[in-house]
């Protein structure tokens, strides 16, 4: 019996460039139905994360033109992993596995059929890795291969080059459920949630309308974030910084006062000023990364609601 499947795809601002790319959409899921690999009854579902612009709108009308088009439109922006949590929640009583997708077409979207593929031989998680970059720039291909590197040296288990292009079955939908927290990078999580992976590499293409709403600040922040909320290790290195700043102090106290013996005079300002800095620097460095997990701890004992959905298009 085929599968029910939803394609989830989260939109932000994206008014220009759903036009183009829900027939895109519409034709992939119309395509495997005929194919008889997923059921009728399969949706693509737009997550709609409070738009500035005309977002709703256009997915409002996309749902009266065509029934294969569903949506919910969340109260106001929650980020774009919350809207994807919103819609696996959303569709895991009403599918068998879903995939989500970035609205641009940016992913290969053919690589949905390898995904299945994975499903119907048992896998819970097809996760799609980009398999080259030659087309980034050079500042992007530095920046990615940092942050991977970042990720895999201090453990969070994320997979190299995976995003949030990927197939959950619903059981890992109903696992992602029981992580009850705010602070969390879906790409990390699923990669550590115990249940039989497969990885599917694509080819990433050029966006089909509008920009992107990913700028540096926002790419940092969620880098800090994925590393912050899936790792402890920044605290080993903390311990470890300030191990080496006390021998450095110490060292630094030794030599002063021998070249101070050895020229008949202690330079005082300059000893103290020295120190001082050193201290100041690694004291700074020592409270800004704690300081990053009790904001987190801070978020989720306030128990907020990761998002609230506003209206449902279904």
Not at 162 to 174: G, M
Request: with cysteine; charged share 25%; glycine share 6%.
């Amino acid at each position: 019996m085929s599968a029910v499947l939803y394609i989830i795809v989260p939109c932000y601002n994206d008014a220009e460039v759903l036009p183009v790319t829900a027939p895109v959409f519409r034709e992939k899921l119309r395509s495997l139905v005929d194919a008889g690999k997923i059921s009728a009854d399969s949706r693509i579902l737009f997550v709609n994360d409070g738009s500035a612009d005309g977002t709703w709108d256009v997915i409002r009308g996309l749902h009266e033109t065509d029934g294969c088009f569903s949506a919910l439109n969340l109260a106001h922006n929650c980020g774009e992993q919350n809207a994807l949590l919103a819609g696996m929640f959303f569709a895991e009583e009403r599918c068998d596995c879903a995939v989500t997708a970035d609205s641009d077409l940016q992913d290969d979207i053919n690589a949905v059929d390898r995904m299945l593929d994975r499903f119907y031989e048992g896998f819970d998680l097809a996760l799609g890795v980009r398999s080259r970059r030659d087309d980034d720039s050079l500042s992007e291909r530095l920046s990615s291969a940092l942050f991977y590197k970042t990720m895999r040296s201090f453990k969070t288990g994320l997979i190299t080059e995976h995003s949030n292009y990927r197939l959950v079955s619903r059981k890992a939908i109903a696992r992602i459920r029981e992580y009850d927290r705010t602070d969390f990078f879906l790409p990390a999580l699923v990669c550590n949630l115990g249940l039989k992976t497969a990885t599917v590499p694509y080819e990433r293409h050029a966006r089909a309308a509008g920009e992107s709403g990913y700028n540096f600040s926002k790419r940092l922040r969620l880098g800090v974030d994925a590393l912050f909320a899936h790792s402890t290790a920044p605290l080993t290195a903390l311990t470890l910084a300030a191990v080496v700043c006390a021998i450095l102090t110490l060292a630094s106290v030794a030599a002063l006062i021998a070249v101070s013996i050895k020229n008949g005079e202690i330079n005082v300002s300059l000893s103290v000023l020295s120190l001082v800095w050193l201290i100041a620097a690694a004291l700074c460095a020592a409270f800004r990364l704690v300081g990053e997990y009790l904001r987190k701890t801070y978020l989720q004992v306030q128990r907020r609601p990761r998002y609230t959905i506003d209206e449902i298009a279904e």
